[in-house]
């Protein structure tokens, strides 16, 4: 048994209140993370710092949608729209740096950081420390393409920079397919900054993590914090979840929505704005930043259709209506990334740092209950976080929560190093580095039939060299 002041302190240290907490709203676009995030900070004197790369621009509200000031309800909003056109992309970690520093200005009035946003990659770069993520996302992989600049070889064909991945980390180089340019130039990027190995670097951080799970960190302010290693603060994630069928419709309605309050007008002024450093001689770089953003692309030949005396009212009619089915497919396809990202990189994340207790997943998909399914859950969660009491099994929240909190299946070994192993299909000379590949592979179509006609030609052709064989010996003896 404890002696009394032992277990008087031991209480105490499991009733402290987190120090220097962060609350995280994830989710799919559409799903009503904003919302979720100014209820949460009116109910517990939060302000918000937003994590969505689009929204950081300046202007554009309806193409970045931006949540409307008379929607804010007061709440004080931070990294809202603070990226001129004409300024440079952030990175990932002028992200990082920027939010940490809002993030302190935030604490030093008392108040409760609250982030919220759908660049998933923003989020977990934010969330943990020292995270490197070999396997980019689109967007990401566009954010990381200047700092490539002083390093021509990054620019070679694939196999030109897989040959030098292979030459300065083979380790490395034997788990990437020889056509995954953009996993080898990460990793090359990798050995070129830092004259570190990337293999290296990754493994250290296995051997940090399997040795510290569940451990404190940070300083001796930290010590008496419950938090999990890897997080940089006490961090308690909201996943605002809605079922596909239902979050597709919604996305249909919001999108004629956009267009009702002026999206084509946006996109107007974009391609004005081109223009005119166009005439300047000022080259933008479209494949980066805003002009990536889901409403610009796919009303580009629009745009510039309305321009032309050439095009016919029939024709322009036709233009719009591609112009919006491609962006509503856009917009569904990009909410299933979103998900995807969550659960795959980010909840083996948090397994790795045994931190799945801190992800809640809230069911939106029916609006009319969102205050029973999400806000509701929502706060008494928070409220148990914030002074350190114990909190529910995430999985207990809803079904969808019990089915989607689990981990899909077979994912996390596949980035285990330990079990890397390339193999070369003798019949189809396929190259796969995971034992899942090499499973999916075997088990194809294309590979059975490959694998087939070659045996049938083996049976053939080795009676056929033994007889030759045969007669050969013949031949030679006397």
């Known amino acids: 048994m404890l002696p009394l002041a032992r277990l008087f302190c031991s209480i105490r240290t499991m009733l402290r209140p987190p120090q220097r907490p962060l609350i995280a709203v994830i989710g799919a676009t559409g799903t009503g993370k904003s919302n979720l995030a100014i209820d949460l900070a009116e109910r517990f004197n939060g302000e918000i710092i937003n994590g969505d790369a689009m929204q950081l621009y300046a202007g554009l509200p309806i193409i970045t949608n931006k949540i409307p000031v008379e929607e804010q309800r007061g709440v004080k909003h931070h990294l809202l729209g603070c990226i001129g056109l004409e300024e440079e992309t952030w990175t990932v970690q002028t992200f990082v740096n920027k939010a940490l520093g809002v993030i302190d200005e935030i604490r030093s009035r008392g108040r409760l950081p609250i982030l919220v946003g759908g660049s998933h990659y923003y989020t977990q770069a934010l969330l943990f420390r020292d995270q490197l993520n070999a396997e980019l996302s689109e967007e990401e992989y566009q954010h990381t393409i200047d700092s490539r600049k002083p390093y021509p070889i990054l620019d070679e064909p694939t196999e030109a920079i897989w040959e030098k991945l292979n030459e300065v980390d083979p380790v490395m180089a034997a788990r990437w397919h020889p056509k995954d340019r953009r996993k080898i130039q990460r990793s090359l990027e990798i050995w070129l900054k830092t004259g570190r190995k990337a293999s290296e670097v990754y493994e250290e951080q296995r051997l940090r993590k399997s040795l510290n799970a569940g451990g404190p960190v940070g300083g001796a302010e930290d010590k008496l914090d419950i938090t999990p290693m890897g997080f940089r603060f006490p961090t308690l994630l909201f996943w605002v979840y809605a079922a ?70 029939k024709d322009l009619a036709k233009l719009r209506m591609s112009g919006v089915e491609q962006m509503k497919g856009a917009t569904r396809r990009f909410s299933k990334r979103q998900a995807r ?9 948090l397994r790795e740092f045994d931190a799945l207790s801190n992800l809640f997943l809230l069911d939106g998909t029916d609006i009319k209950t969102w205050n029973d399914n999400v806000q509701s859950p929502a706060f008494n969660v928070c409220s148990k976080f914030l002074k350190s009491h114990e909190l529910p099994s995430p999985t207990s929240l809803s079904s969808a929560a019990s089915e989607m909190l689990q981990p899909l299946k077979g994912y996390d070994l596949s980035q285990r190093q330990d079990l890397w ?8 000379n396929t190259v796969t580095v995971t034992e899942d590949a090499w499973l999916l592979h075997i088990k194809s179509r294309p590979h059975k039939i490959r694998k087939r006609k070659a045996q049938t030609v083996d049976r053939v052709e080795i009676p056929k060299l033994e007889a030759n064989d045969a007669l050969a010996r013949s031949n030679r003896s006397p």
Do not use: P
């Open 244 to 313: 596909t069928g239902a979050l597709s419709t919604r996305l249909d309605y919001r999108i004629d929505a956009m267009l009702e309050n002026g999206l084509l007008d946006e996109v107007r002024k974009m391609h004005e704005y081109l223009q005119e450093q166009e005439t300047h001689g000022r080259f933008v770089d479209k494949t980066r930043g805003i002009w990536q953003s889901i409403g610009y692309k796919q009303f580009e030949d629009y745009t510039v259709a309305l321009q032309s005396t050439n095009t016919s009212e």
């Open 421 to 428: 192993e390339r193999r070369t299909c003798e019949f189809c």
């Open 341 to 349: 990202w969550i659960r795959i990189k980010l909840f083996n994340a």
